[in-house]
């Protein structure tokens, strides 16, 4: 191998597995059970339905668990009420749930995918109100959070989660490499605070965090 080859190859990482998770998280042995009991329901039925990409299934604790629970600790102080928008399989609104987040709504209209958040829900033992309907068809409800992972552009989201916000209420939107263009583009019509949190489970990824969302520039 030549010296270019060398520097331009990227180092090999291992696939993330439960305990390892665990070790970055600090979660209990309760929960981690939980968690164990739906990525093995994930897996089933991944080999039947799209839920998730299939390419992504060799590293599922990082690429799904672990970047859906890195949104624990960003959530507001004594969160109670969250909304998750386009829940599909759950990431990151079940995810959270299963962490200890109180009341925690997820809402998907793709009917297969609801039947599998339904199973989930059965399988880990989770308590969460599950809407199968569109987003707009949802009535609304003021949360302390919102959730939601590769949905639309952050000034779609922004539209479509009006219904769901109060003033206290804290967006986490999981983003990819357009976050912060997608922010600048919204901020030409929004006023927020804001603040652009690195992901843990993806280098190339991040999470954009808001609050005080309101029409017009500051």
């Known amino acids: 191998m030549s ?14 597995g439960a ?7 600090s979660v ?7 968690l ?3 990525t093995a329901l994930l897996g089933a039925w991944n080999a039947r339905i799209n839920l998730v990409g299939r390419n992504t299934m060799g590293d599922l604790w990082r690429r ?36 200890g987040v109180e009341e925690v709504h997820l809402i998907e209209s793709d009917l297969r995918k609801v039947a599998f958040l339904r199973e989930a829900l059965r399988v880990t033992g989770t308590n969460a109100a599950l809407h199968p309907e ?27 989660s009006s219904k769901f916000r109060g003033k206290r209420t804290v967006s986490l939107f999981l983003k990819g490499e357009s976050a912060r263009d997608e922010l600048t583009i919204a901020q030409a019509r929004w006023h ?26 500051a």
């Open 3 to 16: 010296v270019g080859a060398a520097i331009n190859q990227r180092p090999v990482r291992l696939p993330l």
């Open 19 to 25: 305990a390892g998770f665990a070790r970055l998280t």
């Open 28 to 34: 209990s042995r309760e929960t981690l059970e939980r």
């Open 36 to 38: 164990e009991a739906y």
């Open 64 to 99: 799904h668990i672990l970047d859906s629970a890195q949104l624990f600790p960003l959530l507001p102080a004594r969160t109670r009420i969250l909304v998750d928008l386009g829940s599909g399989a759950g990431l990151p609104g079940l995810i959270l749930a299963i962490m």
């Open 134 to 160: 569109r987003i707009e068809d949802v009535a609304p409800l003021y949360a302390d959070a919102i959730t939601t992972r590769a949905l639309a552009p952050l000034d779609q989201l922004i539209d479509i």
């Open 192 to 217: 927020m605070r804001s603040s652009v949190v690195p992901s843990r489970s993806d280098s190339r990824g991040a999470i954009l965090r808001l609050e005080a969302i309101e029409t017009g520039r």
